[in-house]
């Protein structure tokens, strides 16, 4: 089993990454070169504004080389709850913004010849109690009055259509949902900004961000120092204390994949026939598709602990039983990869951004990033262009966390709360 992304061991290196150190100064520094920073710095070298962008690690190395590549449409949470705390035309804004999100994904990448697996293959939401569809008839129900025409239910009767396994009741199918390729996704979009201009460096941390009283950014790197009239923080999940407006303010939290060896045609057919993105009603769930060359790509919660090799191998052998539990025909099945990431959540799993500080940020996406991240990064580049009201995220409050130092520690309890969640429910 290899402890590493599938993606980003089947994706073409970026290559074009600058060497040497940084220049004195630039128009806008992007921190972090995840989809975030690559789809603003893109945005904004097509406008021909001189951005640099500085990452800690190699492009998309991150979260956005080690997701599911799920692009779906839809909130994380229910509509209804959203609905309940913000009013019903504001989650519809809200949960209409992903819709555009997946857009902007396909015109994105078709656009700039992004070769990454884009397909509209559609979600299915799997009832994992009885209780659960009842609730997934209600959301249909709410989608249908104007949020969203394009979700279909499926009762218990004609699951088989849908999923080879008799562990789910029913299911909700948005249509407009998508598939993708993303490490293919992450070194497509870094080319793409390289060709319009934005220059690239990797292995270069911020490890020091001030800001200037003339109205400019100072950024510390081993690689030199940058000013920067502007700057975007896009550091997603990694947020540390070089920003620490911002390390208050995000969570991090671990999720965990495995991808199998190459299924044969007859056992996809039989256990995922309509190759949509899958994800159970489960608060500690798993989420799972097909890749292109027959793999089956199963990721979960598995445990509340952070991303490391001990953690992802152990998340790895929890995460191989559950998938044996949900398709007993894949009893032998050999399973090749092994990985996981941080995600970046907020408290109400809505993203965030706009400025604090006088420096932009976006990130929180909370699960539901790589639609949204492209999608940001090109907003971003329009609300630092002057468009403050392209920002559909920018009136919600963010208030710091409490004991953000003691987080870590914290994240088996949050777990526990979460699995008594799923047995009451
Ligand atoms: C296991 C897993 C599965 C997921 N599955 C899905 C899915 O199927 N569908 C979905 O929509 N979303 C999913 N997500 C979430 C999604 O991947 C993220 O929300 C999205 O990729 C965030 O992109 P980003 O560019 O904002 O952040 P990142 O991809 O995390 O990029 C941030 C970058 O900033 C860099 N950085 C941090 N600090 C500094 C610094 N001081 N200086 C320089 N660089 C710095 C990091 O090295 C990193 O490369 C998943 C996430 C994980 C971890």
Known sequence: MKPLSYWLDTAPAFGCAETGSLPARCETAVVGGGFTGLSAALAMAR???????????????????????????????????????????????????????????????????????????????????????????RTHGLLASGIDLQTSLVGPGDLSGEIGSTRFHGGLVYHQSAMLHPGRLGSGLARAAHRHGARIWENTEVTRWRRLGKGGHELETAMGTLEAGNVLVATGAGTGPAFPHLHRRILAVGSFIIATEPLAQHVVDAIMPTRRTAVTTRHIGNYFRMAPDNRLIFGGRARFARSDPGSDMKSGRILARSLKQIFPILGDVRVDYCWGGMLDMTMDRLPRAGVIEGCHHAMGYSGHGVQMAVHMGEVMAKVMAGDVEANPWRDLAWPALPGHATRAALLPLAGAWFRLRDFVS
């Open 47 to 137: 406008e021909g504004i001189d951005v640099v962008v500085l990452e800690a690690g190699r492009v998309a190395g991150a979260a956005s080389g080690r997701n599911g590549g799920h692009c779906n449409n839809g909130l994380v949470r229910q509509v209804a709850t959203v609905a309940g705390a913000f009013g019903l035309d504001r989650a519809r804004t809200f949960y209409q913004t992903f819709d555009q999100a997946v857009e902007t994904v396909e015109r994105v990448t078709l656009r700039e010849g992004i070769d990454c697996d884009f397909r509209r293959s559609g979600k299915i939401q799997l009832a994992a109690k009885p209780s659960h569809f009842d609730s997934l008839i």
